[in-house]
């Protein structure tokens, strides 16, 4: 699945993302702990690198963390970098379109993405994964750098030891002109707090949903997606897009304030 390229998922582009999360190869192990693992690697001619994380929930079925994955709403209240998350449309029920703009740490400058995200449920294995495409009505916006996922996904499974077991790859440029090294260590920090903060939201899902329309659960029952069909012809960038000659805004000046906004993910 490439950058702005809008197409169904095939078993292929699964296929890549348990390649990328099963063979350690040229991944470096820069986080070591019983339950929760952290490598990078190098990706040729860009600049920052691939995290992947492994990790396991003893307490929190696969089932349970799909769902967690999945629900918008639930997204809103345990993911506290949220700004705004908007379903914009689907391809079909297991490919949809959304927006998704995400608070950083001051002084940084907040992000925002337009997403094809897609889905695969095999039974013994849930995935999810995710890349940045265009949409007319979704331009950048101000006081936003729009960021790209080159690749984002989600593998959930059965663990030998019982629970779950996570697996997640991301390769993500944030713009913005941000020095390398800060973004590369932040990514090393940010992810195995993200993962604790799912794990949580992960063991407080089922008593959440209980009282949240326990049967909305678009994601497994297709007759219950409400948003609109996506018309290909308008996954193209938009006008403003297109004549914009610089949509990054300068933020290097932050090279010196590395350690606060570090500070600022813990």
């Not at 094809?116 to 265009?134: A, C």
């Not at 101000?142 to 690749?151: E, G, I, P, Q």
């Not at 030891?161 to 996570?166: H, I, K, W």
Request: contains cysteine; charged residues 25%; aromatic residues 10%.
């Amino acid at each position: 699945m490439d950058v702005g390229i809008v197409k169904i998922a095939e078993d292929k582009d699964f296929e890549k993302l348990k390649q990328l999360y099963d063979n350690n190869n040229d991944w470096r192990l820069d986080y070591n702990k019983p339950d929760l693992c952290v490598w990078t690697k190098s990706v040729p001619g860009i600049h920052f690198r691939m995290v992947k994380i492994r990790t396991r929930f003893s307490d929190v079925m696969p089932q349970t963390l799909f769902d967690v994955l999945h629900d918008p709403e639930y997204r809103k209240v345990w993911d506290n970098h949220v700004i705004e998350s908007k379903e914009i449309g689907f391809f079909n029920p297991n490919n949809d379109l959304g927006y998704y703009s995400m608070a950083c740490p001051s002084p940084l400058k907040n992000r925002d993405f337009v997403l094809q995200r897609s889905w695969l449920d095999t039974g013994e294995e849930q995935l999810i994964i995710n890349h940045s495409v265009y949409h007319k009505d979704y331009p950048p916006r101000k006081h936003f750098v729009r960021a790209t996922s080159y690749l984002t996904g989600y593998i959930v499974r059965l663990s030998q030891n019982g629970g779950s077991e996570l697996g997640y790859v991301s390769h993500t440029d944030p713009h913005g002109k941000l020095p390398v090294w800060l973004v590369n260590k932040i990514t090393q920090i940010f992810t195995p707090k993200m993962v604790k903060k799912l794990h949580k939201a992960s063991q407080n899902y089922p008593s959440w949903k209980l009282i949240n329309c326990p049967n909305l659960k678009p994601w497994h029952f297709p007759e219950q997606i409400s948003a609109p069909r996506i018309k290909i012809d308008d996954c193209v960038k938009s006008a403003e897009e297109k004549n914009l000659k610089n949509n990054f805004m300068d933020e290097s000046q932050l090279k010196d304030k590395g350690d606060a906004i570090m500070d600022d993910c813990m």
